[in-house]
């Protein structure tokens, strides 16, 4: 008979590009976005939460091939449903919400959702297939004034949050001015707009030499690799970088030299105007240019935006991994969208919105020494002295918890005190409950002060040891209020 070959153990290991969130972790993510909420929520806006899968069709952003039909997103096909797959963002799974629920919802809907989001892609350095946006969204609103509130509601978020005013800025630009550009520059071959657009997105990296380079015949770019350019004349490439360096030294310098670049265009003049009128809203509110500027070199996701667009940098300097000076960099970005919800109606349906990176912001506050800098206080632990008694500990933790503390009974194996202790410590407990059988005939329990007890092991003399007992004993009755008194010295 032939042996059964037995099956090898599962490998105790996180798939490749993602990562596991521990308590501390979960509970920085929650109290932030706690605070990112309260802003939202007291500019109006509500929440809404949306199924972590969508049909294919809904988010409608990959283009099928032969054997994955939805590369870039995970997906899956249901036996009687067609293809669906996990949301890839927020905003695709909004604009199906809308044009599904449009007859029962106010118009504007404004609305804000936070939740993880999923990518089928290459992970990295920084770079998960799992991780979280927040984001914030007026849909039905054609106004600028909206792309306007938006911006605002950034800033404000951001200072909540902790990043003080000066290290931040807020971008702005307009897709329509961009248009008005290349309809100055007379292309309309679909393929050269699209490269003009991929070097125009190149411009934080190469500079304005790189992108006349890579506007004219190519570059080569660090690696000693020749980059084909768009093969333009330097003259008719000209608006291009009149477009990128417009940025003066006042939004009103700004504007007048991107009316300029745009020329006679129609589109173009109206995008300017539209920056103009965001820049007096936004002034008329009191954010200035050391918080929200119009610059032109805002480029995001052309393709996608049809107006305004907008990102949050974060202007402080980090070291990288190799020890050099950088700035922080984008933490959240945005625009108007008109033609999404269009998808699914057939009508033009204006929307604008911003979404933010959790997980950069967080990485960006503690960069900040603003998060991560202590871990959150641990529960009371009660122990167990006699397992027999165990009704009598469930008791006491149970009169802790209607009191308003966090606590919990050592549920582990009793037998060795020193091990229940080593426990409480490993927790970040501020305090033990101690009863053994004398105590509780005497009507008494033991509170350690666990802090209090390792400040004094560390570095007290016996004299200031006998001075501050980190273990006192009180009457059985009297635990919850020694507990707070105990809580409240040591500030938790």
């Known amino acids: 008979m032939a042996k059964v070959k037995k099956q090898p153990r599962p490998k105790a290991e996180t798939p490749k590009g993602f990562r596991d969130y521990f308590g501390e972790d979960v509970a920085e993510r929650t109290e932030m976005l706690g605070q990112i909420a309260e802003v939202y929520h007291r500019y109006g806006f509500d929440a809404l939460e949306t199924s972590a899968v969508e049909t294919v069709e809904a988010l409608g952003k990959f283009l099928p091939d032969v054997d994955r039909p939805n590369e870039g997103v995970f997906a899956w096909q249901e036996d009687d449903s067609g293809w669906v797959a996990l949301r890839y963002d927020l905003t695709a799974p909004l604009a199906r919400v809308y044009a599904q629920h449009r007859n029962d919802l106010p ?58 005013r000066g290290d931040y800025i807020i971008r702005v630009n307009n897709r329509k001015v961009l248009n008005g550009v290349l309809e100055t520059m007379g292309l309309v071959d679909e393929d050269q707009r699209a490269a003009v657009l991929r070097t125009i997105d190149k411009f934080d990296k190469v500079g304005e030499a790189g992108v006349r380079e890579l506007l004219g015949k190519g570059r080569l770019d660090a690696s000693g690799a020749y980059i084909d350019g768009v093969g333009l004349e330097p003259d008719r490439a000209e608006p291009v970088i009149a477009f990128l360096t417009a940025k003066g030294n006042d939004n009103a310098a700004t504007l007048a030299q991107l009316k300029e670049a745009v020329g006679a265009s129609g589109i173009g003049q109206e995008g300017v105007d539209e920056l103009e009128t965001i820049a007096s809203l936004l002034d008329a509110q009191g954010y200035g240019a050391d918080r929200i500027v119009i610059d032109p070199s805002v480029v995001r996701g052309l393709g996608y935006y049809t107006g305004p667009v907008f990102e949050a940098e974060l202007t402080f300097e980090i070291l990288d991994d190799k020890g050099r000076k950088r700035q922080f960099g984008s933490v959240a970005g945005g625009g108007r969208y008109d033609d999404l919800v269009k998808r699914f109606t057939g009508q033009v349906v204006p929307a604008t919105g911003v979404s ?43 009169e802790l918890r209607a009191a308003g503390l966090r606590a919990e ?5 009793p037998k060795n005190f020193g091990n229940q202790l080593k426990y409480a410590d490993k927790r970040g407990s501020p305090a033990a409950v101690i009863q053994g059988g004398d105590e509780f005939d005497r009507g008494v329990v033991q509170i350690k002060d666990l802090i209090l007890g390792a400040k004094i092991a560390e570095n007290a003399s016996l004299e200031e040891w006998k001075s501050q007992p980190a273990q006192v004993e009180v009457a059985r009755a009297d635990l919850v209020s020694a507990l707070r008194e105990i809580l409240d010295r040591q500030g938790k």
């Not at 609305?111 to 946006?133: C, D, I, L, S, T």
């Not at 927040?134 to 106004?143: E, F, K, L, N």
């Open 107 to 164: 118009t504007p809907y404004r609305r804000y959702a936070m939740g993880p989001v999923w990518r089928n892609e290459k992970p990295g350095p920084g770079r998960f297939r799992q991780f979280y946006q927040c984001d914030a969204d007026t849909v039905g609103a054609p106004s600028v004034a909206a792309d306007a509130e938006i911006c605002a509601m950034l800033s404000d978020t951001l200072e909540a949050v902790g990043i003080p």
């Open 409 to 413: 009974v050592y549920l582990g194996n």
């Open 356 to 398: 933010i990176g959790v997980d950069r912001l967080l990485a960006a506050l503690r960069e900040k020494g603003r998060k991560g800098a202590a871990p959150a206080a641990g529960p009371v632990v009660v122990t167990v002295m006699d397992r027999d008694r165990m009704a009598d500990y469930q008791a006491m933790v149970s």
